[in-house]
């Protein structure tokens, strides 16, 4: 065996660490949050608060039948109106779904196909214990790439954060 | 991207460190039965969550744990005589049993009791299946011994190795709850590895290169499921369970024997990797034992007479473009716990988690370090015991099914990762 450190051991050490680049990191992520129940809505108004650079946050109406999706009735925190089709319009890279409850069980369904048809990655974050929210994480499943199922708020956030939101 | 404060909260687990507060609530693995094989065999050195200790086992065969280094002029005890139901300095003759108590200081007069006074400090070190396990915080706050499977079957059905890994205990760790690496870097293992090949499951894997994730918490920890596509109608499921702080199982393939980890930090630039084989209701075959005693599966090659596997990042992991060429191996690099602990370590000592790019798929990576800086501040500020110390929250089994679409994981699946006793894992 050579004397000398390899080559993964020489680029390993803590030293080395020291020369990586320090490329700046452009804010990738281009996310929509859409809060489907009333207490996801006030999860969503916590969170909008953070230091997010390309985030927006809606709540869905959940009157009337989720139709085909797109005419899904959204409205941002500052309370202008919008649809899910001019959300989607918007080019996000994530749209994060929250539920509290099953009342927005049909919307998630149509949230998650309208997506999956365009191919936005869509995430979903059901808060509480699970079982209030059972029909709608069913109604996510098949279009969420990944389902996170919390008894803890700040996963929003944290989820967000990680993601360089 | 974790914010580098964070980083450094959740690297950290020395004396007063908040994660060393958690980490010293549990009983953690301190070393291999094999390396105390026999009354006053002798001493072995153990660094843990960054503190120096000695383990020996005396002549009647109570283990011990106590600090390296003698009270008297700070030599190591690792030169000291094991005899004589203790452990004697080999410098000036002082001598310890296996609680760190001084029983002997040859230069003082015959009825001075000054040894009475001096004793080092010491650890509890008990075994518990093929380990040897210490709990290094408060006593008053001991929980019960480790109830996890691997230690509960009989001898002939399970096997334990160890390896040092050289990197923070957290990136090794976060390597085990990453369901979306194995496609990848595994692919090879999934075709050739003797502990792997065969299941039908594999299949599942390596046609659905792109699975969805769902986190749930547990008792102790998570749960981490990833689903691939099946037949028609039907998702496959690999069910990866998590028991804070450092425990995860890898869902099972066929009938092979189950495995998991369990990663000790040893200190901020380095940790124990232990890897564990078992089968629930039946012995491991003298084939199965061989593969492992050979490096497969989970398990590494190590240079004889220690824990540094024999490909390691001195010997630039014995990598091998051909293989790598012609798809033998994904990276280059042979056996799935060396395909692993390559890149973990290649990211350096302790990887700056400020310039990580997330991606959804890692969700169960965000959830754990959340989990982790939760219990731990709780800990701290309000002394709550964190989850994984009760022997309940240890009773848990990694699964791999096939389920309807419409079917909840976690839901359809309780009895699959909930340890049975005496019955066969859920395995596809
Ligand atoms: S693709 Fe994950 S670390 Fe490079
Ligand atoms: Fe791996």
């Known amino acids: 065996m050579s004397p000398f450190p390899s080559e993964s051991a020489w680029a390993a050490s803590a030293g080395e660490a020291r020369y990586r680049i320090d490329g700046t990191i452009v804010s990738a992520r281009n996310a929509r949050v859409i809060a489907l129940d009333e207490r996801a809505a006030s999860v969503a108004r916590r969170v909008a608060d953070g230091p997010w650079a390309q985030a927006g946050f809606f709540t869905c109406e959940n009157s009337g039948p989720a139709g085909d999706g797109d005419e899904i009735a959204l409205r941002g925190l500052d309370g202008v109106p919008s649809t899910l089709a001019g959300l989607l319009a918007t080019d996000p890279d994530v749209v994060v779904v929250l539920a509290t409850d099953d009342t927005g069980r049909a919307q998630a369904a149509a949230i998650g196909r309208a997506c999956g048809a365009r191919a936005i990655m869509t995430a979903g974050v059901v808060l509480g214990d699970g079982f209030e929210a059972d029909d709608a994480v069913a109604a996510l499943r098949p279009y969420a790439r990944v389902l996170l199922l919390s008894a803890d708020e700040s996963d929003v956030f944290e989820l967000l954060t990680a993601l360089r939101v | ?273 232990y890897s564990f084989d078992y089968h629930p209701v039946r012995a491991l075959t003298e084939t199965e034992r061989q593969a492992m005693l050979d490096g497969h599966g989970v398990h590494s090659k190590n240079i004889p007479g220690t824990y540094r596997p024999a490909a390691n990042m001195d010997n630039d992991y014995l990598m091998d473009r051909g293989a790598q060429r012609r798809g033998e191996t994904y990276s280059g690099i042979a056996g799935i716990a060396m395909q692993d602990a390559s890149l973990q370590e290649s990211m350096g000592p302790i990887v700056d988690r400020s310039k990580e790019r997330l991606v959804p798929a890692d969700s169960g990576i965000i959830k754990a370090r959340q989990k982790l800086r939760k219990a731990a501040v709780a800990l701290r500020d309000e002394g709550v015991t964190p989850p994984g110390v009760d022997p309940e929250h240890h009773k848990v089994r990694s699964a791999a099914v096939v389920l309807p679409q419409a079917e909840s994981f976690l839901a359809s699946s309780r009895d699959a990762v909930t340890v049975t006793p005496g019955t066969p894992q859920a395995s596809i």
Not at chain 2, 36 to 65: H, T, W
Not at chain 2, 84 to 97: F, M, V
Not at chain 2, 130 to 139: E, H, I, N, S
């Open chain 2, 1 to 273: 991207m974790l914010r580098r404060d964070i980083n450094e909260f959740l690297t950290q687990t020395g004396p007063g460190t908040p994660m060393g507060e958690l980490f010293r609530q549990y009983w953690l693995p301190a070393l291999h039965v094999e390396e105390l094989p026999e009354n006053d065999c002798p001493p072995v050195r153990v660094k843990l969550l960054s503190e120096r200790m000695i383990a020996f086992r005396d002549s009647q065969g109570r283990y011990g744990l106590i600090d390296e280094f003698c009270a008297h002029r700070g030599a190591s005890l690792w030169f000291g005589r094991n005899e004589e139901s203790g452990l004697r300095c080999s410098y000036h003759g002082w001598k310890y049993d296996v609680t760190g108590q001084c029983l002997e200081v040859p230069s003082e007069e015959g009825n001075s009791n000054f040894c009475e006074n001096v004793k080092l400090t010491s650890y509890p070190l008990v075994k518990v299946g093929d380990l040897l396990w210490t709990y290094m915080g408060d006593p008053a706050r001991r929980p019960g011994l480790p109830e996890f499977e691997f230690l509960q079957v009989p001898p002939e059905q399970t096997y334990t190795s160890k390896r040092w890994q050289q990197c923070n205990w957290l990136q090794a760790f976060e390597g085990g709850i990453d369901s979306s690496h194995v496609t990848f870097l595994h692919s090879g293992g999934l075709k050739n590895d003797p502990l792997f090949k065969g299941a039908k499951g594999n299949e599942y894997n390596l046609n659905d290169t792109k699975p969805f994730f769902e986190v749930a918490d547990s008792e102790g920890g998570l749960f981490v499921g990833a689903r691939r596509n099946a037949e028609e109608g039907k998702y496959y499921w690999r069910i990866t369970p998590w028991v804070m702080p450092a425990f995860t199982m890898v869902p099972p393939r066929g009938d092979h024997p189950v495995h998991g980890h369990f990663w000790v930090p040893i200190d901020d630039e380095n940790c124990w990797t």
